[in-house]
């Protein structure tokens, strides 16, 4: 597995802009998928957005198309979540995640990846 750590979180207005990033030690992080999920109070974990090892392919929940863009570089270990056009309901504590199939390029949304390492959350909170 894969230490996972988000950083990026705050509070912001309605409409504005929070550019999370999720630091990883190990050397398999590279290798495998990335994701972004979140849980707002009261709710499930949701889906936000996934990225292949190779950033090959990308999908992202369609409460979050076009405001939002996952990325990631594999030379830092890392994987980013730029959110734009930040609405309340974007309330959320997210969570990055990784696994997968090592170097599997198939993944997107008709093929989840399985994700076995997860970070501890950074909370993001959009006032109207």
């Known amino acids: 597995q894969v230490h996972l750590v988000e950083s990026g979180g705050g509070l912001v207005q309605a409409g504005g802009s929070l550019r999370l990033s999720c630091a990883a030690s190990g050397r398999t992080f590279s290798k495998q998928a990335a994701g972004w999920f979140r849980q707002a109070p009261g709710k499930e974990r949701e889906f936000v957005a996934t990225i292949t090892w190779s950033s090959g392919r990308t999908c992202y929940a369609d409460s979050v198309k076009g405001r939002f863009t996952i990325s990631r570089d594999n030379a830092k270990n890392t994987v980013n979540l730029q959110m734009n056009a930040l609405k309340p309901e974007d309330t959320a504590v997210y969570y990055c995640?990784?696994?997968?199939?090592?170097?599997?390029?198939?993944?997107?949304?008709?093929?989840?990846?399985?994700?076995?390492?997860w970070g501890q959350g950074t909370q993001v909170t959009v006032s109207s």
């Open positions: 995640a990784a696994g997968g199939a090592y170097y599997y390029s198939g993944y997107g949304c008709a093929d989840p990846p399985d994700f076995d390492s």
